[in-house]
């Protein structure tokens, strides 16, 4: 029934630019617009418990806008068959054309940012820079708050919290909020939605210093092996990728590669568990770079071969516009020159790296394209360039909040760093 209705829907689209459909008659039909408030209630709360129906219904819902006009009730159609074609099909370009058609659709019809946050959940970060759609994001909790739709704003409220940490944002800012957020949850008594706040407040919390071990999700907000107990014992998926996903990234920053490497064959799930959530292609950063560590580090094919695959994936979606995975290839760029010992390549793909995560905003990829690198450098013997983008990286994650990967960092390299010559050796160079 699912692949019928999904035919049945592209020929009801064929032919037609989905960008159009915003310009597209309007419904008038009272009894066909009941019939339309109702479908949208089921796919709303047939989401978590019945996927495949809320989905067959939604198909419905943008047939029935196509032949009968569109309504305010089409804006969640359209996001949702947006977030198939991107998160699902991997068609990025028309599940966007499909959130513009929806945020189109609720502005002309005065509608509130609850019928579009799906977009800025699963679409929009596939194409425009993610502090904007997380600063979006906080401006919809705010209308949402004062309309009355709690759950909504809450979880539009956590989504900004987790998305601002992948963006860049100043740690201190991020733990500030992350506390109004957790406790606006448990006077609302949402335990779930905490839940999955807590190993994103726990991680920064760790990158601050503010806990025994910055690798381990235990300390002032969370318990790492509880919440796993928990998430394992309720089945929620969502809640142990969310885990996972924080552990691996810990992992590699706190320099465990084999923990690492262990992680990542649990964390392939998460393309299935957050279906297109910003989740995915920020994990393909840790993936892609503990698989091309591992591989230096064991001269291991099967690394290798992993690496390539997820260099092929992030490239595929920068090709298709995704610009906050483009600094992410040229790591990976960058990783693989490294790998077969094409030094000029190195250089050249690492100041793309480095350069293009300062446009963007992600001043802690800034700081691990310059720790990368530094350390290439610093293996085949450019020791300038290696303590002048040692010593950036230390200085980038202190700007960020992160003093104890700061401190993880100087003190892994204390004996090169301090030792001034290292400066003042090969200045033929350019600065990164």
């Not at 606006?184 to 999955?196: D, F």
Request: glycine share 6%.
């Amino acid at each position: 029934a699912l692949i019928k209705e999904l035919i049945k829907t592209k020929f009801f689209l064929r032919g037609k630019c989905i960008s159009k459909i915003r310009d597209h008659f309007v419904m008038e039909d009272e009894r066909k617009m009941c019939i339309m408030q109702l479908m949208e209630s089921l796919v709303i709360y047939t989401n978590s418990t019945n996927p495949t129906l809320s989905f067959l219904v939604n198909l419905k819902m943008v047939q029935w806008s196509v032949c009968h006009g569109i309504s305010r009730y089409s804006a969640v159609a359209f996001s949702v068959y947006g977030l198939f074609l991107c998160g699902i099909m991997g068609n990025i370009a028309e599940g966007y054309e499909c959130a513009k058609v929806a945020k189109a659709i609720v502005e002309e019809f005065n509608g509130i940012p609850e019928s579009v946050f799906g977009c800025n959940a699963y679409i929009n970060h596939w194409v425009e820079p993610i502090h904007i759609v997380e600063k979006r994001f906080r401006q919809d909790y705010d209308v949402l708050m004062r309309t009355g739709n709690i759950s909504v704003a809450l979880a539009s409220r956590r989504i900004s919290n987790q998305m601002s940490l992948s963006s860049g944002r100043p740690l201190a800012s991020i733990e500030a909020d992350t506390a109004i957020t957790s406790r606006e949850l448990e006077e609302h008594n949402n335990e779930r939605l905490r839940n999955l706040l807590l190993p994103m407040w726990q991680f920064v919390l760790n990158l601050m210093g503010q806990s025994n071990d910055p690798q381990i999700l235990t300390g002032k907000v969370m318990q790492q092996d509880d919440l796993l107990r928990k998430s394992e014992e309720n089945k929620d998926y969502l809640l142990k990728s969310t885990i996972n996903f924080h552990q691996i990234w810990a992992a590699f920053y706190f320099g465990d590669l084999e923990y690492a490497g262990a992680l990542v064959k649990d964390i392939q799930n998460i393309q299935s568990t957050n279906v297109g959530s910003f989740l995915v292609w920020r994990c393909a950063l840790f993936d892609g770079l503990t698989a091309f560590a591992l591989a230096r580090k064991h001269q291991s094919y099967k690394w290798k071969k992993h690496a390539a695959k997820v260099t092929s994936k992030v490239r595929r979606w920068v090709e298709k516009g995704n610009v906050n995975c483009k600094h992410i290839l040229f790591m990976f760029e960058g990783e693989m020159a490294a790998l077969k010992g094409k030094n000029e390549t190195v250089r050249e793909k690492y100041s793309a790296a480095i350069s293009t995560a300062a446009r963007f905003g992600f001043i802690h990829d800034r700081a691990l394209a310059n720790e990368l690198f530094g350390i290439h450098m610093l293996e085949i013997g450019e020791t300038y360039f290696a303590a002048h983008c040692l010593k950036s990286a230390c200085e980038l994650y202190s700007r960020w909040g992160a003093t104890a990967k700061e401190k993880h960092l100087s003190d892994k390299y204390k004996w090169f760093l301090d030792d001034k010559r290292n400066f003042l050796a090969n200045r033929g160079g350019t600065e990164i």
